[in-house]
């Protein structure tokens, strides 16, 4: 069932976000060339068209960081906490599977937005001057060359590679898991459940918050208090990093946990349809 309410949500979204992305590659493309006859020539129109294309770009890119976050919301709120829940929560689908249907479309269209901008970066760089790439190229493999002539193959990149991934990707949950936390609790109330629900997302950032500066502090402290005889190698530099970011990793999958249990423990038990 995960599967096909996966392909709703993503036909649901796609109408939106696909053209969105689109748009911002075509406007990238389009004010690459401006860019170059402008540079070229000293046509006041190209100028003003340049200008024009310019502003059209930054709009474009904060209109997909708005329209994602917005469909976000907006997809769980419509299909889970309005009248639409009721038959959505008909289905023959479990709630695990309705709140990880909406996780996954979301980090999806938040990682495909994020490439999408890249990309138009890159679409809007290039090709002003191929030196410039080819010099590029050139100091990434002296780079590798580098790590390699230290003692550090390529499967060390990759495991640091996989575990910022996994940091990105945990930390994409807990942005959405959040909104889904805070509206969830918010919706159980019968009245005033927007307003709850805002009141919801700053009382847990502000918790978060809390909660992480007491952890920093109690670290410190404790690290001020023992005594570590820590010799500095290559092979302890790179294994006390791999331990940060697993470390790191660890804490964002306990806090979506907590999150992901909270949204399911409200949509199952204390859920206040209209």
């Known amino acids: 069932m995960l599967r096909k309410l996966l392909k709703y949500e993503f036909r649901a979204t796609a109408r939106l976000m696909l053209p969105l992305l689109i748009a911002l590659l075509a406007v990238s493309g389009i004010l690459n060339i401006c860019v170059r006859v402008s540079n070229a020539t000293e046509s006041n129109v190209i100028a003003f068209v340049t200008g024009m294309l310019t502003f059209l770009y930054v709009?474009?890119?904060?209109?997909?960081?708005?329209?994602?976050?917005?469909a976000i919301v907006y997809r769980f709120y419509k299909n889970l906490l309005t009248d639409e829940g009721y038959l959505m929560f008909t289905l023959p689908a479990s709630v695990h599977s309705l709140v990880w249907a909406?996780?996954?479309?979301?980090?999806?269209?938040?990682?495909?937005?994020?490439?999408?901008?890249?990309?138009?970066?890159?679409?809007?760089?290039?090709?002003?001057?191929?030196?410039?790439?080819?010099?590029?190229?050139?100091?990434?493999?002296?780079?590798?060359?580098?790590?390699?002539?230290?003692?550090?193959?390529?499967?060390?990149?990759?495991?640091?590679?996989?575990?910022?991934?996994?940091?990105v990707v945990l930390g994409l949950a807990g942005s959405c898991l959040v909104f889904y936390t805070s509206m969830s609790l918010g919706y159980s109330f019968s009245n005033h459940k927007a307003l709850l629900s805002v009141a919801f997302y700053f009382a847990i950032g502000f918790v978060t918050q809390i909660v992480v500066v007491m952890l920093l502090i109690g670290l410190g402290t404790t690290a001020g208090s023992v005594e570590f005889t820590f010799e500095y190698t290559l092979r302890n530099a790179l294994n006390l990093g791999h331990l940060t970011l697993l470390g790191i990793c660890l804490a964002e999958l306990l806090y979506d946990g907590i999150l992901y249990f909270g949204t399911t423990f409200m949509l199952k038990r204390r859920l206040n349809l209209p």
Do not use: H
Not at 59 to 70: C, E, K, S
Not at 114 to 137: K, N, Q
């Open 59 to 70: 709009m474009a890119i904060l209109a997909i960081g708005v329209v994602v976050l917005v």
């Open 102 to 167: 909406k996780l996954i479309t979301a980090i999806v269209w938040l990682v495909a937005a994020f490439i999408d901008i890249v990309l138009s970066l890159l679409v809007l760089a290039a090709p002003f001057d191929i030196r410039v790439g080819l010099d590029i190229t050139v100091v990434i493999g002296e780079m590798f060359n580098d790590l390699a002539a230290a003692g550090i193959g390529w499967y060390e990149v990759v495991a640091f590679c996989l575990e910022l991934l996994l940091i």
